[in-house]
């Protein structure tokens, strides 16, 4: 365990473990909800780095994958090749490059194949989303917490968050309505949602 802790904290996997501790404490935030998964996946966040050849897929994606690449490679090497004492630094030195290009090189094959999740084309804006109604996914929606399910017009579902001004009874399941969206906070403001009031199904609506 003790060899395994220098390695993962020396010179050069000290690098790539930083990183990875970075790329490990977003995901969790996306799993926790913290972080907006589905819009940094789904909304107009794909890669513009076709010139490394790692385009097709969101940034996120491609530089976890370079990132988790680039640890395992550094850290074996760090074992393998990396002696103790100043020629070790050089040594590292050599290794880190390397690796940059080996995580680079490897990142470009796993990519290849997930292009075909990500189709071409641009998502729906976020934007897009104002005036649409929602699900409320969250146990409630105040000024500083809520999240929330959207669907868009080709029928693709997003994840967002949402915020309320208000103290408006907006619990988990109920629907409301995007009433506007904040570029600053990159929340939307939600309202319920009265189907009574809305002029495409109100009760004034005609056939």
Known sequence: MGAFVTAAVGFPAIVFSAALVVVVLYWLLVALGAADAHAHLHLNSRAHNGGWGLGGVPVTLAFSLFVAVGWLISFCASVLFVPAGPAGVLVGVVVLIGTVYGSWWTTK????????LFPDGHGPSRLDFVGLTCVIRTGRVDAGFG???VRAADGSAAMVQVRQPGNDALASGSTGLLYAYDETGEFFWVAPYDSALDPRTGPGTTG
């Open 147 to 149: 999240q929330a399910e």
């Open 109 to 116: 094959l796993f990519v290849r194949p997930l292009r075909r």
